[in-house]
Nanobody, 118 residues
Framework: QVQLVESGGGLVQAGGSLRLSCAASGRSISTYTMAWFRQAPGKEREFVATIRWRGGATRYSDSVKGRFTISRNNAGNTMYLQMNSLKPEDTAVYYC???????????WGQGIQVSVSS
């Protein structure tokens, strides 16, 4: 099993930046496709960004494309989300997600709050 823990959230003004980290333990995430999701109060959890297990191919939701950058450091067993030009609508709890190719379960972190003020 893999345990995922998010860090780096907080309160920032619109236009500012935050860098989220997702630290994995238990197993290496080198063979896992990783992703970020978020959930605002009263809304469904939505996809933000993903990075594949090999090759580093990335994909972003339209709402964050051009502002957010997902990356990973397999040696450090950590995934990141660099968030620039933040908007109030980015306010949500952000969740780290991982899934290994061919496996059934997905692993989730506990989530971390990101709040963007006007």
């Amino acid at each position: 099993q893999v345990q995922l823990v998010e860090s780096g959230g907080g309160l920032v003004q619109a236009g500012g930046s935050l860098r989220l980290s997702c630290a994995a333990s238990g197993r290496s995430i080198s063979t896992y496709t990783m992703a970020w999701f978020r959930q605002a109060p009263g809304k469904e959890r939505e996809f933000v960004a993903t990075i594949r297990w090999r090759g580093g191919a990335t994909r972003y939701s339209d709402s964050v494309k051009g502002r957010f950058t997902i990356s990973r450091n397999n040696a450090g067993n950590t995934m990141y989300l660099q968030m620039n030009s933040l908007k109030p609508e980015d306010t949500a709890v952000y969740y780290c997600n991982g899934k290994r190719l061919g496996s059934i379960p997905e692993y989730w972190g506990q989530g971390i709050q990101v709040s963007v003020s006007s």
